[in-house]
């Protein structure tokens, strides 16, 4: 910052603290009135975002003789090891879920991480030839490639499936595996895209002054930067396919799918009555994916923002 | 022209596995669905060409304009509810809170999670049993001494869709609230600081400086949950399953796939992708030429 401009905001930054002196004491305790006013509604929110995390864990840790309506919003009468007049404890509910999703688990986790290796991979090479090797029109290929994830998977879905009958693809993670490296190239494409955008000039220009081709700079100057966007795409691509419900319901079995599908299964078949199953099925499958977002946050958000087509 | 291949050839090469697939599996398949969805069919005898006609079907059907509507009131929930609170939440937090990532991080943690595993609480929460048998937030109600308040969610004819939302809502709120953030954080300090000094009065700063520089970002927000919205399936699919109240096109979509009804199929699925498009393609002509402009 400029000498000028730093003395330009600390003046303002002064005649903001004598405005704020000067005013009568009443307005102050109007300002810290309205500051306390803004964490009482911060905190509101919290709780309400919270509450369905509240409603998973305590429900889970219920067990069958625990559960009636009236008692439906308190924790739970005993410990969750503790046994009910039925024998049944909390823990059974966990029990229960993790033998149904444990199998479901293992394989998505064989879905998730090859596809989000693979279309990060094919997503950084695109993205180099896209900001930095262009060829003539490759805006409006990238701008087409773009259309493709925004599209509503339905609108290729009938001929998808007839596709995987004739080709004799198996229902399982498999053909879920190409869908998703697929499908996940275009959002892929874009973050690296986005991403060289921001590396300098200067360094392309130096590697070709040594002699490097396009290639011998592409694996020597901007591959070893890229290990960030490699985790937000990684990150990003492991989290869709893993949240995927859409091609796994149109193009999977539930005893060969992965987990979201076992957990719809395993959500509606419960009665009113006994939602614990269910809730420690909701809370164990969602388990990687928050346990990605609480380690790795901020290249999480990085692929959020990235959504929005502008870096 | 020899040089200019040599130029250009290399990088189309290396591009070339992206175009192919991304050529068939979104553009031909898209053709294909579309030459589907002029075709009246069942899974065993040869399909029948009939143009248009299973667009004019659906069109006057009532179960299809019954799953339209359901759309529409979805999503203007849906918008109207993401775009307030996550606007609300950035502005609170934008200018300085303590523990402000804390915040953040709680308000976007929805976005980790899928709307197969948040359904199965809101299936719980929206539960539409009432009195002594309420549960989920019913029972809250109750408790809370607003029993009054007590309704059937989304099993209400009419606006039961509003509650569908109300999941939707509680997922993608921190999300546009991360983009606004964004926002407030691109406008130069000094901007508003030159504003302070001519004595604009809080309101007027936010009125004169800020808001206008939000609109790319809220633009963004808007087209990204109206698709969102526009494609909504696992959320209704996880909390309701494919029944008639909530049906929305795309899960009208998978009845009629289940049912061997391809050509109806495909073309709820074209309507959708137009709807759909109608946000999208102007969205991506208006971005590529303002990244064009800016580049000169």
Not at chain 1, 37 to 57: E, Q, R
Not at chain 1, 70 to 77: A, F
Not at chain 1, 192 to 204: I, T
Not at chain 2, 55 to 67: A, M
Request: glycine letters at 8%; a positive charge.
């Amino acid at each position: 910052m400029s000498e000028a401009a730093t003395m330009a905001v600390t003046t303002g930054i002064e005649r903001r603290n004598e405005r704020l002196n000067n005013a009568p004491s009443g307005n102050r305790a109007k300002r810290r009135l309205s500051r306390t006013a803004k964490y009482v509604i911060l905190l509101f929110f919290v709780v309400i975002v919270l509450m369905p995390v509240y409603v998973l864990l305590v429900t889970s840790l219920k067990g069958p003789s625990d559960v009636s309506a009236i008692t439906s919003w308190r924790l739970p009468s005993r410990w969750p090891w503790q046994a009910g007049p039925d024998g049944a404890t909390g823990f059974d509910n966990w029990v229960t879920a993790w033998n149904t999703l444990a199998a479901p688990i293992g394989r998505t986790f064989l879905l998730a991480i090859p596809a989000a290796i693979i279309s990060a991979m094919l997503g950084s090479m695109n993205g180099f030839v896209l900001s930095r090797w262009k060829f003539p029109y490759a805006n409006v290929v990238f701008t087409l490639i773009l259309f493709g994830m925004f599209i509503p998977y339905q609108a290729i879905m009938v001929p998808l499936v007839q596709m995987k009958t004739s080709l004799g693809m198996p229902s399982s993670i498999v053909t879920l595996l190409f869908v998703h490296i697929i499908y996940g190239l275009p959002i892929c494409t874009l973050i690296f895209r986005n991403y060289y955008e921001g590396v300098p000039n200067e360094l392309m220009e130096a590697s070709r002054v040594d002699g490097a081709g396009m290639l011998g700079s592409y694996w020597r100057i901007i591959l070893p930067l890229s290990l960030p966007g490699f985790v937000v795409t990684i990150i990003w691509q492991f989290t869709s396919a893993w949240n995927d419900y859409l091609f796994a319901l149109f193009l999977s079995d539930a005893n060969q799918g992965p987990v979201s599908l076992s957990l719809v299964n395993l959500s509606q078949g419960a009665q009113l009555s006994n939602y614990g199953a269910s809730m420690a099925g909701a809370l164990i499958a969602s388990l990687p994916t928050l346990l990605v977002y609480i380690i790795l946050g901020k290249y999480f958000i990085g692929g959020l923002m990235s959504g929005s087509v502008k870096s | 022209m020899r040089k200019g291949i040599r130029n250009w050839g290399p990088p189309l090469l290396l591009i070339s596995p992206t175009i192919i697939l991304v050529g068939i599996f979104v553009y031909v398949l898209i053709g294909v669905n579309f030459s589907t969805a002029m075709t009246k069919d069942s899974a065993l005898t040869a399909s029948e060409f009939v143009g248009l006609q299973n667009f004019t079907d659906l069109l006057t059907e009532p179960r299809f304009l019954h799953s339209l509507a359901n759309l529409g009131i979805f999503t203007v929930f849906f918008m109207v509810g993401t775009m307030l609170f996550g606007f609300l939440w950035a502005w609170m937090l934008d200018k300085g809170v303590t523990a402000e990532g804390a915040f953040r991080s709680i308000y976007l943690f929805p976005m980790a999670v899928s709307f197969v595993a948040s359904g199965v609480v809101w299936r719980w929460l929206l539960s539409s049993a009432q009195g002594d048998r309420a549960s989920g937030l019913n029972r809250l109600l109750q408790s809370i001494g607003l029993g009054g308040l007590q309704n059937d969610w989304y099993n209400a004819p009419g606006w039961g869709m509003a509650a569908m939302a109300m999941p939707a809502i509680w997922q993608l709120a921190g999300y546009v609230m991360a983009l606004f953030l964004s926002g407030f954080r691109g406008i130069p300090e000094e901007l508003r600081e030159a504003a302070r000094m001519d004595g604009a009065s809080e309101w007027k700063l936010y009125r004169h400086v800020v808001f206008p520089q939000l609109h790319p970002v809220a633009l963004s927000a808007l087209v990204i949950v109206a698709h969102m919205s526009l494609k909504v399936f696992d959320l209704i699919m996880a909390v309701t399953g494919s029944v008639y109240i909530t049906e929305v096109p795309a899960t009208y979509m998978w009845v009629a796939l289940t049912g061997a009804e391809y050509g109806k199929a495909s073309a709820i699925a074209t309507i959708l992708l137009l709807l759909v498009c109608v946000f999208i393609v102007p969205y991506l002509i208006y971005t590529a030429r303002a990244e064009r402009k800016a580049r000169r």
